[in-house]
């Protein structure tokens, strides 16, 4: 049976030491200058500041090539106390230009897992070890769900943005186009000495 082609972004499915995720995040900040629509599942970076009362660091969506990874955006909000807008029930993203809150996941040794792009064909299995960086796609603003995925045409020993794990063990995933992996992040934040 074929892999089925829908990205989802960066799912938590547990910690490094092997215990499952347990809901935990902290909020950050979306300054009004947001130049990019932030989706649930996107990789977000630091930005190199803060809400004006300091309290919650400003975030933007990252790029293929970010390094200060800080985590995953799983919620929007209005006010830092409430991940929801109280003008828009429905509304699962935070837009252009418009400044929210934002729930993200940003402990360091979160598992994730992913949806491998298969541009210029699958990931082997000797990529298990390996780095790779991710996939920019936008998301749905219909669903709020993230496109990013991971670059399968860039599979490298060199430093990169993750770290291939192993593929998911699961009735529905095999190895070949679209297979979904489990990835911890590389280029954190929160591992390195260097700021934002």
């Excluded at 092997?18 to 947001?34: F, L, R």
């Excluded at 970010?66 to 029930?89: H, R």
């Excluded at 070890?129 to 749905?140: E, I, K, R």
Aim: include cysteine.
């Amino acid at each position: 049976m074929a892999n089925t082609n829908a990205p989802f972004g960066f799912k938590p499915v547990g910690y490094f030491n092997g215990t499952p995720w347990n809901g935990k995040y902290n909020v950050y900040y979306i300054p009004v200058g947001n130049a990019s629509i932030i989706y649930r599942g996107d990789m977000v970076s630091m930005a190199g500041s803060g809400s004006a009362d300091g309290l919650y660091p400003d975030i933007a969506r990252t790029a293929a090539t970010g390094t200060t990874i800080v985590g995953v955006a799983i919620g929007f909000g209005t006010t830092p106390n409430f991940m929801s807008d109280p003008a828009n029930l429905g509304r699962m993203y935070c837009p252009i230009s418009t400044e929210m809150y934002c729930a993200v996941i940003d402990d360091p040794n979160v598992i994730y897992e992913v949806q491998e792009d298969s541009a210029g064909g699958s990931i082997a299995v000797t990529a298990i070890g390996n780095n790779a960086d991710l996939v920019a796609t936008a998301g749905s603003s219909t669903t709020g769900t993230s496109a990013m995925s991971l670059d399968s045409s860039d599979v490298k020993t060199a430093t990169a943005q993750l770290r291939i794990l192993r593929l998911v063990n699961r009735p529905d995933n095999a190895l070949g186009n679209y297979a979904r992996w489990l990835v911890r992040i590389n280029e954190h934040i929160y591992r390195t000495t260097t700021g934002s």
